[in-house]
């Protein structure tokens, strides 16, 4: 169980209150594509479905959002990124989300679209 103490798992270091929550809890809207990607990556952390769909594009969120109970996400790393900063609407990050599932160790790697549509960032789809 993750609270407002507890280090985020975006992997920045800091409490999930002041991190990643503050945008899960709609207080404010991610600056930055990085952030929004870390942010989404603590959703599926915490298992915050409704943040993981307000902050996917509409064009490409699915019908139906519906994690797998039986994976734990455990961790982040960036390992690239173009564009997406404060001044820009469009950018790309790369990363390597780890995970847990049936007691083994995995991850997923992909590489991130992401737009901003009336000053909020959200989730496109993988690059190529």
Known sequence: MITDDSRCPCGL???????CGRFHRGATTAPTAELLMRSRFSAFAV???AYLTKTWHPKTRPADLEL????RWTFLEILGKSGGGLLENEGTVEFRAHYRQDRRADSMHENSHFVRVDGQWLYVAPVG
């Open 13 to 19: 270091g800091e409490p999930y209150g002041v991190c």
């Open 47 to 49: 298992g915050n479905t």
């Open 68 to 71: 797998d109970p039986g994976q």
